[in-house]
């Protein structure tokens, strides 16, 4: 009885720390996808916001780069992680 509980306690807790790290990885890699497309974003509108002339433009186009440029390391991270990972 003793071993059937342990046995049953083991491939309990082996099940629930897969799924977590299972689910832990499904978050990373939504939150990558969205830093990325906001990324795409964000650098299309400050080209489509530089195009035109304008005072308003122009600080559209300068509170862009507040947001782009942590964008742009967070990318260079998942860029680099992705590199590691595949290499091994």
Wanted: hydrophobic share 55%.
């Amino acid at each position: 009885m003793v071993s059937t509980v342990t046995v049953s306690t083991i491939t309990t807790v082996t099940s629930v720390t897969s799924i977590t790290s299972i689910a832990a990885l499904g978050i990373g890699a939504g939150i990558s996808i969205f830093a990325v497309l906001l990324l795409i974003g964000m650098l299309t509108t400050k080209e489509l916001v530089g195009a035109s002339d304008g005072s308003r433009q122009r600080l559209i186009s300068r509170c862009l780069n507040i947001s782009i440029v942590p964008l742009v390391v967070s990318f260079a991270i998942i860029v680099a992680l992705k590199i590691f990972e595949i290499l091994g």
